[in-house]
């Protein structure tokens, strides 16, 4: 069964539409995402600021639910790990363990010894997939040269090139 998408024109599967009340809407999934997010785009400075105010006027009150959350339990910050890296990369901190473990506990770079709390997951930004675990210098290093191989190879004969013993010393 197909149904006609009334934005862009195009037939599309009953499948390819968003169901509300169990009836498909009428624009199609693809429609659907593009008018959410420059909604989203249109308010991004507003949402930002009226939440900062909420922090802003209730901020001893997140901080004391806070505390206590984490005196209820003493493993929070494993539990928050674990939700970023879910939220972040689909994975748990049992995996991260599994990839930091196949790794020897070192980080791909520079060789330092890592442990689960000191190891970061290192992804690409374009296909999101994960490459494996590096330490935090080494992460942030490819991420400053937006894993760009040739500026990262320019870096590399920029260093070459100028060694300290190359300079003379001025006399």
Known sequence: MTKKCTKCGEIHKISFFNLKYGKPIAICKNCSRKQLNALYQLHKVERREKAKK?????????????????????NWKNIERDKNLKACFGLNLDHKF?????????????????????????????????????????????GYFKENYKTMSRAIEYLSDRQIENFASPQ
């Open 54 to 74: 909420y922090l802003d006027l209730h901020r001893e009150e997140i901080n004391k639910r806070r505390r206590y959350l984490k005196h209820l339990n003493p």
């Open 98 to 142: 599994f990839i930091l473990k196949a790794q020897n506990f070192e980080c791909d770079i520079c060789g330092k010894k890592l442990t689960i709390e000191t190891a970061f997951l290192d992804h690409d930004h374009k296909t999101g997939q994960n490459r494996g675990v590096l330490c935090h210098l080494c992460n942030s290093g490819l």
